[in-house]
């Protein structure tokens, strides 16, 4: 078999066991790797309704078939379990060294199971797994943690690490890696925190199994500077990812003031231009040429890595505009390791909920010394509110009540991304029907719905757009473990991938094969939550009510009185189950999963749910 | 008629200019607009004016916001 491994290395912390698992072939080619093996193990081997913070889930590090090899941005892992903060499927990527460490130690997924007795460090030298104490650096955050790392073995290994956020279950802590990479919003940290499992070390001398080692290499690395040059020619770099700030302000998509408002006259203030002026270094992932972190001193003088993100949902959604300010949260979040983005959304609930009269305390929009001194007792559950806001915004709100739910911007319970849908249906509808949670990884569609459709259109063919993006998005990038940014950013064709999965495996693919590996894993996520949820229906797939409220229209500006329509919603949702070939509660048809090639599995679901 | 035009992202840089009111004739369009600012029409972009997309042919009216952006995928 080329482009696998052929193995994953299966991890016990309870008992301090390990073992290389071979898989099949027909497995390689069924999930391809990344999200797909990450669900398909976790489908098979949890039981539904464990807690997601006890020793029964399993933490999964999943890898691409081209993950760790020299092209296009292929620096990558996904994190995935069952999620503390939904309950369902969760997942997230991040740009890691362990994605090429992991492969040249001969796998290409690692499961951990189990909880270990004492704070430990996970550390995989090929062949070898060792189970090292990690209390020093417990209780520690993850700056310090990785430098504690890379002073015993150097920065070539590939890391991942935990802050006080996960190692104090916050809900939507992450996991980190290199200088300013997170990833697993859906809480990952927390289930690395759950098994007392500080850190993931891994280096590998093995030479990644590829069909076309020599050809694989020099397309690789040609692309990798065409990549390169395409970028310098767009100059997408030059602002990044907050480029995007500017834009969304002049569209009323900008989350202001926990999404009460859509833009505001000092976004400016921090947009991608002041970003890049104030730049004072640039990151990136392994094997990118395009490199979209950029750092700047934080209101102590720290480097804090900022994108969209981060800036949107710790600034304007916190009424702060001041971009060491925001600099200074985001540095927070980071070292704690607790979600930006699911951080921001929880502060700015709580500032609404205060001043709305649902939940005790004084705080206020702007006061960023107030958000610090919140942060800090989110990540170290200090206090009632510190502790309550831990569990995230829907159980935040369910706890205060008086309706505050319905301004708890997530779904699933995992809080939205920075895009605030009050206008724009299909961005709605990408949100509602991402299957981790609110995440715009999966489906943003905002430019085509302000390019190539009408705004007001809730119609079947932004249904079908979601589809084509979670197709490309969800299912491509995040099976064949790549960053997406080549190709939405600086234009980089699709049709790259199967020319190197076609090096890597000798399998020569179409990208419609890739879609239908896309429309499998998703609908097994659909059955994952099916398991864990069986009176499910199509609610859970509905965005936060505000959107929908005719007293929260702007009074002003590009969409001044609209708001989102409930029963247009509804269709627009609809039009989506049918396009996907799912049931009115948002469940693949028995057909559909015949189709797919998920029959099997989803005769397993209806021991815990109805499938029509 | 006056035009506002503002460019985002790294058109500031690559352009020279954040946002500049234009004194264009009666009957002007965006396209006819991206023109004037000298933006290669081939180049992917979004287009907006006063926050909604732009009808091609459309004549702009006095006071008009456009935006011209690239297209983005968000962090």
């Known amino acids: ?612 | 008629m006056t035009i506002t035009v503002k460019l985002i992202g790294p058109f500031v840089q690559l352009f020279g200019f954040s946002e500049k009111p234009l004194d264009v004739p009666e009957g002007t369009t965006a396209d006819d607009l991206i023109g004037l600012v000298s933006i290669d029409k081939s180049r992917p972009k979004v287009v907006t004016r006063n926050g909604r997309a732009v009808v091609p042919g459309e004549p702009l009216a006095d006071g008009d916001r456009v935006v011209i952006s690239p297209i983005y995928s968000g962090g």
């Open chain 1, 1 to 612: 078999m080329h482009g696998w491994t052929g193995q994953f290395l299966r991890v016990n912390l309870t008992d301090r066991t390990y073992r290389a698992e071979p898989f099949s072939e027909d497995f390689a080619r069924k999930w391809i790797g990344g999200r797909g093996f990450a669900v398909k193990i976790l489908y098979d081997e949890l039981r539904p309704g464990i807690d997601p913070l006890g020793p029964d889930n399993k933490f999964i590090v999943a890898l691409g078939p081209i993950a760790g090899i020299p092209a296009p941005n292929t620096g990558k892992a996904v994190v995935a379990g069952k999620s503390p903060i939904t309950g369902g499927y969760g997942d997230g990527n991040l740009g890691t060294r362990v994605a090429e460490q992991l492969r040249k130690a001969g796998y290409d997924a690692l499961i951990v199971e189990g909880k270990a007795a004492s704070p430990t460090m996970l550390v995989i030298n090929d062949d070898k797994v060792e189970f090292l104490p990690a209390g020093e650096v417990w209780g520690r955050g993850t700056y310090v943690t990785n430098d504690w790392i890379y002073a015993k073995y150097g920065k070539g290994v590939g890391v991942l690490n935990i802050g006080q956020g996960g190692e104090n279950l916050v809900r939507y802590a992450v996991v980190r890696s290199l200088e300013g990479r997170a990833g697993g919003r859906t809480g990952m940290g927390a289930v690395m925190g759950s098994k007392l499992l500080k850190a993931v070390v891994v280096k590998g001398t093995k030479p990644i199994p590829q069909a076309d080692p020599a050809g694989m290499k020099k397309v690789g690395t040609d692309d990798l500077r065409e990549v390169n040059r395409i970028d310098k020619k767009t100059g997408w770099s030059i602002q990044s990812t907050n480029g995007v700030l500017a834009w969304c302000n002049e569209v009323a998509a900008l989350p202001v003031r926990n999404f009460r408002k859509t833009h505001h006259p000092d976004a400016w203030k921090c947009d991608g231009e002041r970003l890049n002026n104030a730049r004072i270094a640039t990151y990136g992932c392994p094997n990118c040429t395009m490199r979209c972190g950029i750092a700047i001193h934080d209101e102590a003088g720290r480097e804090s890595e900022l994108d969209y993100e981060n800036v949107g949902l710790l600034g304007p959604n916190l009424e702060i505009f001041d971009l060491p300010l925001i600099g200074t949260l985001n540095y927070m979040c980071d070292d704690y390791g607790v979600d930006t983005m699911s951080g921001g959304c929880v502060l700015s609930f709580y500032a609404d909920a205060v001043d709305r009269g649902a939940a005790p305390g004084d705080l206020r929009f702007g006061d960023s010394e107030g958000f610090k001194k919140l942060l800090t007792a989110i990540a170290l559950r200090q206090g009632e509110i510190g502790n309550i806001l831990a569990e995230g915004s829907m159980r935040a709100a369910r706890k205060f009540g008086h309706g505050s739910i319905d301004y708890a911007m997530q779904v699933k319970g995992l809080e939205v991304a920075a895009y605030n849908c009050k206008f724009i249906p299909g961005m709605a509808l990408a949100f509602g029907v991402s299957p981790i949670g609110a995440h715009h990884k999966e489906s943003w569609v905002i430019t085509f719905e302000l390019k190539q459709s009408v705004r007001e259109s809730y119609g079947p063919e932004k249904a079908q757009k979601v589809i084509d993006l979670q197709r490309i998005r969800g299912g491509l990038f995040e099976f064949i473990v790549s960053c997406r940014f080549p190709w939405i950013e600086n234009g980089w064709p699709l049709e790259h991938y199967p020319k190197y999965f076609k090096l890597v495996s000798g399998l020569d693919w179409t990208l419609d094969d890739f879609w239908t590996v896309s429309d499998r894993i998703y609908s097994l996520i659909k059955l994952f939550w099916l398991r864990e949820y069986p009176q499910t229906d199509r609610r859970l797939d509905y965005p936060p009510a505000v959107w929908f409220d005719p007293s929260n229209v702007d009074t002003e500006g590009p969409i001044a009185g609209k708001h989102l329509e409930f029963d247009k919603y509804d269709g627009l949702l609809q039009h989506y189950y049918d396009l996907r070939g799912y049931d009115r509660r948002g469940i693949p048809t028995k057909a559909t999963l015949e189709r797919l090639g998920t029959a099997e599995e989803g005769r397993a679901a209806e021991r815990y749910g109805s499938l029509t």
